[in-house]
């Protein structure tokens, strides 16, 4: 079974339904045979590379609420946040381009298939939601790519260049054709989707369905004399 995640590794809900749905599979009987593969999906193509504001500051002018107001729209996440384990800064954080952010995570997938894309898609996530650091600089983006265990020669040729960006917005482009639009958004065996951060109780049924439809039960209409592991009866 395969789940695909679009995300932002600026996106608050996306790293609480990344810890949701981990959650889901820990207690899922069939977790060893589940692909997760993750798929960028920018909230603000636009935001600058070089940071000038504070999320709040953002958050502030762009639904027109004092910086007291945003302040309090960012507490309220930060405590479902907590409820999944996380400590989020968000008065920390900054407005800013992911996209270098996501290239990385691509060039993961190249190295390390989808177990270490994983690894570097939750330490971008710690790095700016519980550290508070600027993932749009490359010198955080060096240190966090190596620290997972990325190549540093091409950690320095993907940062140097342009190199999948075509990708990137080619995974924008699929979550649109998908219906998306905002993240987290999670599709399931290309058959099943699922908006936004729900909670583990519903993650935990989509797997269960999933699973059952691909793997349906033959039913018996009839039984008779058989062999068995403990031999035939006579």
Known sequence: MKIEIWSDVVCPWCYI???RIE???AE???ADEVEVHWR?????????????????VMLARKYGQSPEGAQQMQDRVEAVAAE????????????????????????AHEQGGNELQGRVKEALLAAYFTEGRNVADHAVLREVAQAE??????????????????DVHADVAQAQAYGASGVPFFVVDEKYGVSGAQPTEVFTQVLERAWSESHPRIEVLATGDECGPDGCAV
């Open 40 to 56: 960028s999906f920018q909230l603000d193509p636009g935001a600058p590379t070089r940071p000038t504001e504070s999320t709040t």
């Open 17 to 19: 339904g990344k810890r």
């Open 23 to 25: 959650n889901a599979l």
């Open 84 to 107: 999944e384990g996380l400590a989020y800064r968000l008065s920390q954080t900054l407005h800013l381009n992911t996209v270098d952010a996501h290239r990385l995570i691509h060039l």
């Open 149 to 166: 265990g990325l190549d540093a020669v091409r950690v320095e040729e993907v940062l140097g260049s342009r190199e999948f960006e075509s």
């Open 28 to 30: 899922f009987e069939h």
